[in-house]
C-alpha cells in the first residue's frame, strides 16, 4: 500500500535550519511528484509548492521561494524540505502529500510539527 | 493568488444533509473540472474525499457527493454522522506551475 512516512518534530532557534524528510514506498517513486503543504497552528492548507521526481526540478508557490528548497534521494524514495533562515511565522505542520491525478492530493504524510522559538 | 472562499462554519443534526460551498474566479474553480475535498480530523492528515468534482476514491462513503456549477463547487454529506464532524478543504487546479489552491477550510459541526 502507498505510504508515505515523515521525520519527526523539530524545535528550531530562528535563523536556524531544518531538514524534513518523506519518505515513500508501495509505488514507483519516480512516477509521481510530492507536494508540500503547510499548515500554521489553527490555521488552514497553504499549498507551498512540488517536486518533479523524475527531473528533480522544484517549483515554488508565491511565498515559498528563497528560503524553502525541495530536494530528493531518488534512491532512497524520499524527498525533502528545507527552510533556512527559520522564523517564528514558519512554526507549522508541514505535510508532504502524493498527486493523484490533476491537482488532487492522494496519499499524504502524517505531517511534521516545526516549532520555531527561542 | 486568494483562496478559494468558503464558509466558516457549517453545522447539521445527525441524519441531516448538509452543503459546503467554495467559490473561485473562472479561472480556476470556474475554469477547470479539477475540484477535490478534503476532510481533516483534528491532529491528523487531510483525507481526499472528491476529486474532479464530484469522483469518491475508493473506500470513501457514498454519503459524500460533490458538484459544481459555474464558478462555484459545492459538498453534500447526506446522513451526518457524529464522525463527519471535522474541517473540510476545497481546492482547484490552476495552471501547470500552480498545481493547487485551497479554500480557506470550513468545519463541520454536527449538533
Known amino acids: 500500500q502507498v505510504q508515505l512516512v515523515q521525520s519527526g518534530s523539530e524545535l528550531k532557534k530562528p535563523g536556524a535550519s531544518v531538514k524534513v524528510s518523506c519518505k515513500a514506498s508501495g509505488y514507483t517513486f519516480t512516477n509521481s511528484a510530492i507536494n508540500w503543504v503547510r499548515q500554521a497552528p489553527g490555521q488552514g492548507l497553504e499549498w507551498m509548492g512540488w517536486i518533479n521526481t523524475n527531473t528533480g526540478n522544484p517549483s515554488y508557490a508565491q511565498g515559498f521561494t528563497g528560503r524553502f528548497v525541495f530536494s530528493l534521494a531518488t534512491s532512497l524514495s524520499t524527498a525533502y524540505l528545507q527552510i533556512s533562515s527559520l522564523k517564528a511565522e514558519d512554526t507549522a505542520v508541514y505535510y508532504c502529500?502524493?498527486?493523484?491525478?490533476?491537482?488532487?492530493?492522494?496519499?499524504w504524510g502524517q505531517g511534521t510539527l516545526v516549532t520555531v522559538s527561542s | 493568488q486568494s483562496a478559494l472562499t468558503q464558509p466558516a462554519s457549517v453545522s447539521g443534526s445527525p441524519g441531516q444533509s448538509i452543503s459546503i460551498s467554495c467559490t473561485g474566479p473562472?479561472?480556476?474553480?470556474?475554469?477547470?473540472?479539477?475540484v477535490s475535498w478534503y476532510q481533516q480530523h483534528p491532529g491528523n492528515a487531510p483525507k481526499l474525499m472528491i476529486y474532479d468534482v464530484s469522483n469518491r476514491p475508493s473506500g470513501v462513503s457514498n454519503r459524500f457527493s460533490g458538484s459544481k456549477s459555474g464558478n462555484t463547487a459545492s459538498l453534500t454529506i447526506s446522513g451526518l454522522q457524529a464522525e463527519d464532524e471535522a474541517d473540510y478543504y476545497c481546492?482547484?487546479?490552476?495552471?501547470?506551475?500552480?498545481?493547487?489552491?485551497f479554500g480557506g477550510g470550513t468545519k463541520l459541526t454536527v449538533l
Open positions: 473562472s479561472s480556476d474553480v470556474g475554469g477547470y473540472n479539477h
Open positions: 502529500a502524493r498527486p493523484g491525478g490533476k491537482g488532487d492530493l492522494d496519499y
Open positions: 481546492s482547484s487546479y490552476i495552471s501547470s506551475s500552480t498545481l493547487v489552491l
